[in-house]
């Protein structure tokens, strides 16, 4: 009797986890919001923090700052998209975050998020070009104009296959260290 007892209680558990998944109160993907016609709350600064150092930008700080641009493929688009920003890495520097990672370094991980609440984890290796051939970039423009209503500023990343952890509306990038 027991054993069937729990297992209904974990049926309806996963039950719940499941219904609970399939209908978030906010849209966890920022494109299944705006295709929901729900646009994400509007970003304010972006806050990067590193233990007790903290730096804010906005989309006029960030556009005085030396750019790259990248141009990549986005599934959701279906489209070559070409983005300018600024480096991550050059945006970490100067709150201490290694350019070079060595040992244990490698514990460092970095959780943007959007003003969504959607957030996304990065190691340390995936946004230093001294490790990783890819470039994560803030980025601010898209196709040469301000980027729109996933902007002012998103998180891109080459070499990925979809764009599922590019970050819109983004407000804080968090370095962290993990145990």
Avoid at 6 to 16: F, I, K, N
Avoid at 62 to 90: C, F, M, R
Avoid at 122 to 147: N, Q
């Amino acid at each position: 009797m027991r054993t069937k007892v729990w297992a209904a209680l974990l049926l309806v558990g996963m039950g719940v986890r499941a219904i609970a998944a399939q209908t978030p109160s906010q849209p966890q993907n920022p494109d299944l919001g705006m295709k929901m016609g729900k646009p994400a709350p509007p970003a304010g600064p972006l806050k990067i923090t590193f233990g007790d150092k903290s730096a804010e930008w906005t989309a006029a700080t960030l556009a005085a700052l030396p750019h790259k641009t990248i141009t990549v493929y986005n599934e959701h688009a279906k489209a070559n998209q070409t983005y300018s920003g600024v480096e991550l890495i050059d945006l970490l520097k100067p709150l201490g975050v290694p350019e070079k990672p060595r040992g244990k370094e490698f514990q460092l991980y970095l959780v943007a998020e959007g003003s969504d609440g959607y957030q996304v984890v990065y190691s340390i290796g995936e946004v230093t070009p001294d490790v990783h051939d890819g470039t994560v970039m803030v980025a601010d423009a898209l196709d040469g104009k301000p980027i729109g209503e996933t902007g002012p500023l998103q998180v891109v990343l080459t070499g990925e296959k979809r764009p599922a952890r590019w970050v819109h509306n983004l407000v804080a990038i968090r370095v962290r260290t993990a145990e």
